[in-house]
C-alpha cells in the first residue's frame, strides 16, 4: 500500500511527460505540446522582433562576411557591402534571417521532398515533382554554372555562404514558429537550392500546357471548327511590341529545312486527377509600363511595374536596398536568391511581367518493352536514360525512385492522359557559355548595376526562362521593353498538341537568335508597355503560341495614349485603377438581350443596376457582382458542350465576346440537353438574368469584396496566419488585379532623374516571422491603394537596428 | 514554513529553466526534486509546484503576449481554434503548471514512502 501513491504519480507523470512530448495526438496535426508550449523553447519564443531591433557585431569565419544591414522604420534591410560577393553574403543572411521557413519548404516543395517533413500524404505530389525532373534539372543547372559560369557560381556560393552562416548561429529555440509548428528544422542551403526555387519560379510562370487539351478538343470539334473557336490570335490586340515598332528582325525560317508539324497524336481519356498538373491560373499576369520624357512632367522617363502572383504570407518577394561599389539599388528580390529582380538605381529603373509563351510541349513514346528501358527514334531502338532520386520517408526510411528520360526530357506519368509522353520543357536547360555570356541570376546582379540602354541589352543576353517583358527606362531619356528568353523555333502550330516522339526532328530545332527576339526601344507613341498580352504583332516572322491576356494591356495603352502628360500620382493611379475593360465590351451586350416589356419592378432594380456601372470594380459594387454571375454563367452555358471535366479547352473570352455580339445564333449557343429547341445567344442571356433575378429574390446582389472573398493566405495554409478580408477594389481584368490569395505582389513606381525616387508597395512585410509586427506591416498600405517611399540611403538614416561584420 | 519555501524554490527552478532555455520536462525534474527534499505532504507538493510554475510561465507568456500586442499568441489562437490569445497564456501557464505538479506530487509520494508514510 505505501507504494501505492508513488506508482500512481509516477505513472500520471510519465502519461503526462507522453502526452507532452507526442506530435499528431490523437491524429490531429499537433505539434509535440509540451516543448511547443514551454516559453524558454516554444511559440513564445517567436513574439516579438529579436535581432532586428539590436545593434549587433558578427565575426564570422568567411571572407565575405564584411559590410553592414541596417534596418529602417519598416523593417527593410539596407545592405551596404565592400563587393558583390560580401554583398550576395548579406543578403543571404538577412533572407535566412526573415525567410528561412519560407526558402526551406519553397524548395522542397519544388524538388519533391516534402514527405520528409509532412508525411506519407505528400508522397504522390513528391513523386510527380521528382519524375518531372526538378532534382535533375537543379542538379544540371548547378554543373553548368559551376563548370562554364565560375564568377557567376562565385555568387551562388556567396549567398548560400551567408544563409549557411547565419544557420549556424541558430538554436532551436529560434527556429521559425512554422517549425515549430511542423516539428521539422532548417537545412542547409546550396547552389543546387536556389536552382531549385527558380525552377519553382520557373514551373508557375512558363510551366503551363495544354496540348493534351487542345488535340482532344480539335479531335471532338474538327479542325474547322476547332480553328473558328480557337483562332491564336485575337484581331483588336495591343501587343507589346506592336509592328510598327519592331526593329531589324528577319526570318531565320530559312535554317529550319523539312520542319513541319507532325499529325496530332489522340490523347488517352481524360482523367480529372491527373488533370493539369501545374494548374495555369488565368489570373497569371501583371503591368509594367513606361512613359519618355516628352510625356513625362518632370522632363525623365517615369516607370511603373507590378507583377501579379499568388499572394502569400510571407510575401514572395524581398524588400532590400544593396549597395556595393559600382551599385546603389533598391528593390524586391527573391528569398532564396541573389539580387534583385525589380528595382532602380541611381541611372536605370526595370522590371518584368510574364510573356507568357508556352515552352511545354509533350511527345508521346513508343516503348520497345513493358520496362521501358528503350523507345523507337527514327525506327531504331534507343535505350533510355533512367535517373535515379531518393525520396526520404518522415521518421527515417528511404526509397529509390527512377524516372526515365528520353531525347525530348523525362516521362513523368505512367498513367492518366499524359502517360508515356516525354515532356520537353525550357526550364529544362541551362546552356552553356557558348551560346551566352552569363547566367540568369547574373542578370539581375547586372541590371542592378546598369547605367545606360546598352547594359540593360548586355544583361538580358544570359537570361533563359521564364520568359519575360523586360521594362526599361534610364534617366538619359531611353525607354525600352523586351520581350526576352530562349523561345524555342517553332513551325506553325508546332507545340499547340501532342506531338509524336519517335523522330528526331520533332524535337525543338534552336532558339531564336537574341537580336531577333522582338524589342521596342524609344518608341514614336511615347511609351512602352505590357500586361501579358500577345508579345508581337501580325508582321512578326517567328511562331509562338501561348496563353495571353487581352484586356489588361489594352486598356493600359488606352490610358496611356489619351494622357498626354503622366507623373507619378497618374503612374499609381493607373496601377489602382479597377475599371474592366471585359466588363466595359460585354456588358452593353447583356443588356441590350434583355426583354424590357416583361420585367417587373425586381428585374428593373437589377437592370437600373447594371445600367449606371461605371464598369469599376469597387469593393462595394453590387454592379460587378451581378455582372461577374451574369457573364459567369452565361459562358458555361454557352460552352456547356465543353464541360470542365470533359478535357476540352474553352474559347477565350474575348472570341466568347465576338460571338455573343457578331454571331448570336451561332450553334454554340444551342443547349446540348435541349434537343427539342434552338437557344441562341439572347436567349441565354435573357434566362441567366432571370435565374439571376429569382434567386436574388428582390435583393440586391451583395459586394463585390464581399462576394470575391479575398484574402491573402498563408504559405503553408496554416490558420490564423493569413489576412483579414481585402475590402477594396480590383477584379482579374482590370489593371488591379485583386482575387483570392492572387495580386499584385508588388507595386513600383520609379520617377528617373538627377537622383531617381521610386514608391512601393508590397502585400506584407520584410519578415517571415508571424509574431513580428514587421510581418504584415505593409498589408494596409499595400490594401488600401498606399504607397511608401523607397529610400536609398548613403548613410544609415535613424536604423532600428544594425548589424555590422567584420 | 515549509510550503512557503517550497512555493520560493520550485519559483525559483522555474525562473532558472527559463533563463537557461530548459526543456520544457525540466520543470517536473526540478520539482520533484526539491518536493522529495521539504518536508510537505502530498497535496501540498502538488499544490505549491503547480502555483509556482504556473505562475512564472503564465507570467512571462502573458507579458511577451501583452508587450507584442498580441500579433503571435492572436494567431496562434486562430490555428488552435480558442477565441483569444490570452487562451494560449492560460493553457501555456497550465502546461507549466501541471507538469511541475505532478513532478511535485511524484516527488513527495517516493519521500513519504520511504520514509514509511511520514513527511
Known amino acids: 500500500m505505501r507504494w501505492t501513491a508513488p506508482l500512481i504519480s509516477a505513472l500520471l507523470l510519465t502519461a503526462w511527460l507522453l502526452l507532452g512530448s507526442l506530435t499528431a495526438l490523437f491524429g490531429l496535426p499537433l505539434p509535440a505540446l509540451g516543448q511547443f508550449f514551454n516559453p524558454a523553447q516554444g511559440f513564445w519564443q517567436n513574439a516579438g522582433e529579436g535581432a532586428r531591433v539590436q545593434q549587433l557585431s558578427f565575426h564570422l569565419d568567411s571572407p565575405h562576411a564584411r559590410g553592414e544591414i541596417h534596418f529602417d522604420e519598416r523593417g527593410i534591410p539596407h545592405i551596404i557591402a565592400a563587393d558583390l560577393a560580401s554583398a550576395c553574403f548579406l543578403q543571404g543572411y538577412a533572407n535566412a534571417y526573415d525567410?528561412?521557413?519560407?526558402?526551406?519548404?519553397?524548395?522542397?516543395?519544388?524538388?519533391?521532398?516534402?514527405?520528409?517533413?509532412?508525411?506519407?500524404?505528400?508522397?504522390?505530389?513528391?513523386?510527380?515533382?521528382?519524375?518531372?525532373?526538378?532534382?535533375?534539372?537543379?542538379?544540371?543547372?548547378?554543373?553548368?554554372?559551376?563548370?562554364?559560369?565560375?564568377?557567376?557560381?562565385?555568387?551562388?556560393?556567396?549567398?548560400?555562404?551567408?544563409?549557411?552562416?547565419?544557420?549556424?548561429?541558430?538554436?532551436?529555440?529560434?527556429?521559425?514558429?512554422?517549425?515549430?509548428l511542423l516539428g521539422h528544422a532548417p537545412q542547409r542551403w546550396s547552389p543546387y537550392r536556389t536552382a531549385l526555387l527558380l525552377k519553382g519560379m520557373s514551373s508557375g510562370l512558363s510551366g503551363f500546357y495544354r496540348d493534351a487539351e487542345n488535340t482532344r478538343t480539335r479531335n471532338a470539334l474538327g479542325p474547322e471548327r476547332f480553328d473558328a473557336l480557337y483562332p491564336e490570335r485575337f484581331p483588336n490586340d495591343s501587343p507589346v511590341v506592336p509592328d510598327a515598332g519592331q526593329q531589324g528582325v528577319t526570318s531565320r525560317f530559312s535554317l529550319l529545312p523539312e520542319l513541319f508539324s507532325a499529325p496530332a497524336v489522340p490523347p488517352r481519356e481524360a482523367d480529372p486527377r491527373q488533370y493539369v498538373p501545374f494548374p495555369f491560373d488565368p489570373d497569371n499576369g501583371s503591368n509594367n509600363w513606361a512613359v519618355a520624357k516628352s510625356r513625362s512632367n518632370t522632363g525623365f522617363p517615369i516607370l511603373a511595374s507590378d507583377p501579379h502572383l499568388s499572394l502569400t504570407f510571407p510575401s514572395v518577394w524581398y524588400e532590400a536596398q544593396i549597395t556595393f561599389p559600382g551599385c546603389n539599388a533598391r528593390g524586391v528580390g527573391l528569398a532564396g536568391a541573389p539580387g534583385l529582380m525589380m528595382g532602380f538605381n541611381d541611372y536605370i529603373a526595370w522590371g518584368e511581367t510574364n510573356v507568357g509563351h508556352d515552352v511545354t510541349d509533350w511527345y508521346r513514346i513508343t516503348w520497345t518493352d513493358s520496362t521501358r528501358s528503350a523507345y523507337l527514334l527514327d525506327g531504331k531502338e534507343t535505350a533510355t536514360r533512367f535517373v535515379y532520386d531518393t525520396l526520404q520517408l518522415k521518421g527515417g526510411g528511404e526509397e529509390v525512385v527512377a524516372t526515365p528520360w528520353t531525347i525530348f526530357g523525362p516521362v513523368p506519368y505512367a498513367q492518366g492522359e499524359y502517360a508515356d509522353m516525354a515532356m520537353r520543357w525550357r526550364a529544362q536547360d541551362e546552356p552553356g557559355r557558348d551560346v551566352r555570356p552569363h547566367t540568369t541570376v547574373l542578370t539581375f546582379i547586372k541590371l542592378m548595376q546598369a547605367k545606360n540602354y546598352a547594359d540593360y541589352v548586355d544583361a538580358l543576353q544570359g537570361y533563359v526562362d521564364p520568359a519575360q517583358n523586360f521594362l526599361f527606362a534610364a534617366r538619359d531619356g531611353d525607354i525600352a521593353i523586351r520581350p526576352n528568353g530562349f523561345f524555342p523555333l517553332r513551325q506553325p502550330e508546332e507545340g499547340r498538341f501532342i506531338r509524336e516522339g519517335d523522330r528526331t526532328k520533332n524535337n525543338w530545332q534552336g532558339v531564336i537568335p537574341f537580336a531577333e527576339r522582338p524589342v521596342q526601344y524609344n518608341p514614336a507613341r511615347g511609351f512602352v508597355s505590357s500586361a501579358n498580352q500577345q508579345t508581337t504583332g501580325?508582321?512578326?516572322?517567328?511562331?509562338?503560341?501561348?496563353?495571353?491576356?487581352?484586356?489588361?494591356?489594352?486598356?493600359?495603352?488606352?490610358?496611356?495614349?489619351?494622357?498626354?502628360?503622366?507623373?507619378?500620382?497618374?503612374?499609381?493611379?493607373?496601377?489602382?485603377?479597377?475599371?474592366?475593360?471585359?466588363?466595359?465590351?460585354v456588358t452593353p451586350l447583356l443588356i441590350a438581350r434583355i426583354d424590357r416589356q416583361h420585367l417587373d419592378d425586381n428585374g428593373r432594380q437589377l437592370l437600373r443596376l447594371i445600367s449606371e456601372w461605371d464598369y469599376q470594380y469597387a469593393g462595394d459594387s453590387r454592379a460587378a457582382t451581378l455582372f461577374e454571375s451574369w457573364s459567369r454563367r452565361l459562358f458555361e452555358l454557352t460552352f456547356d458542350e465543353m464541360p470542365v471535366d470533359s478535357g476540352m479547352l474553352r474559347p477565350e473570352q474575348w472570341k466568347w465576346t465576338a460571338l455573343l455580339r457578331d454571331a448570336p445564333t451561332d450553334p454554340i449557343f444551342d443547349i446540348v440537353a435541349t434537343p427539342g429547341f434552338r437557344e441562341t445567344g439572347p436567349i441565354l442571356t435573357q434566362r441567366v438574368f432571370e435565374e439571376l433575378q429569382e434567386e436574388l429574390n428582390g435583393e440586391l446582389p451583395v459586394t463585390w469584396a464581399e462576394e470575391r472573398d479575398a484574402r491573402i493566405p498563408h504559405l503553408g495554409r496554416i490558420p490564423?496566419?493569413?489576412?483579414?478580408?481585402?475590402?477594396?477594389?480590383?477584379?482579374?481584368?482590370?489593371?488591379?488585379?485583386?482575387?483570392?490569395?492572387?495580386?499584385?505582389?508588388?507595386?513600383?513606381?520609379?520617377?528617373?532623374?538627377?537622383?531617381?525616387?521610386?514608391?512601393?508597395?508590397l502585400p506584407g512585410g520584410a519578415s517571415g516571422n508571424p509574431g513580428s509586427r514587421f510581418y504584415d506591416n505593409g498589408f494596409e498600405e499595400w490594401a488600401s491603394g498606399g504607397y511608401h517611399e523607397l529610400t536609398r540611403w548613403k548613410m544609415p538614416d535613424h536604423p532600428i537596428g544594425s548589424w555590422i561584420f567584420e | 514554513m515549509y510550503r512557503l519555501f517550497l512555493l520560493i524554490s520550485v519559483l525559483l527552478v522555474c525562473v532558472v529553466c527559463l533563463y537557461a532555455g530548459a526543456s520544457w520536462y525540466a520543470l517536473a525534474i526540478g520539482a520533484a526534486a526539491l518536493c522529495f527534499l521539504f518536508p510537505v505532504w502530498r497535496r501540498s507538493a502538488l499544490y505549491f509546484s503547480f502555483l509556482a510554475a504556473a505562475m512564472v510561465w503564465g507570467a512571462y507568456a502573458g507579458y511577451l503576449h501583452f508587450m507584442t500586442e498580441g500579433r503571435l499568441g492572436d494567431r496562434l489562437a486562430v490555428t488552435f481554434n480558442v477565441p483569444t490569445g490570452w487562451v494560449m497564456v492560460v493553457i501555456t501557464a497550465l502546461w507549466g503548471g501541471i507538469t511541475s505538479g505532478l513532478g511535485g506530487l511524484f516527488g513527495a509520494s517516493l519521500r513519504i514512502a520511504l520514509r514509511g508514510g511520514k513527511k
Open chain 1, 720 to 761: 490564423g496566419f493569413g489576412s483579414p478580408l481585402i475590402t477594396t477594389g480590383g477584379s482579374r481584368t482590370s489593371p488591379r488585379v485583386v482575387g483570392n490569395g492572387f495580386g499584385a505582389s508588388w507595386r513600383m513606381v520609379v520617377e528617373l532623374g538627377k537622383d531617381p525616387r521610386g514608391w512601393g508597395a
Open chain 1, 538 to 585: 501580325p508582321k512578326y516572322p517567328y511562331y509562338y503560341v501561348g496563353g495571353f491576356d487581352e484586356y489588361r494591356g489594352r486598356y493600359i495603352n488606352r490610358v496611356l495614349e489619351r494622357q498626354p502628360t503622366m507623373n507619378q500620382r497618374r503612374m499609381k493611379e493607373l496601377q489602382l485603377d479597377a475599371h474592366s475593360l471585359f466588363a466595359e465590351e
Open chain 1, 99 to 180: 525567410r528561412m521557413w519560407q526558402m526551406d519548404i519553397s524548395t522542397r516543395a519544388t524538388e519533391g521532398a516534402l514527405t520528409q517533413v509532412l508525411g506519407e500524404s505528400m508522397k504522390e505530389r513528391d513523386l510527380e515533382q521528382i519524375h518531372k525532373g526538378f532534382r535533375e534539372m537543379a542538379r544540371r543547372t548547378v554543373d553548368t554554372i559551376r563548370e562554364q559560369f565560375p564568377e557567376d557560381y562565385e555568387v551562388y556560393q556567396a549567398y548560400s555562404d551567408g544563409i549557411n552562416a547565419y544557420l549556424d548561429q541558430l538554436d532551436p529555440a529560434d527556429y521559425a514558429v512554422e517549425y515549430k
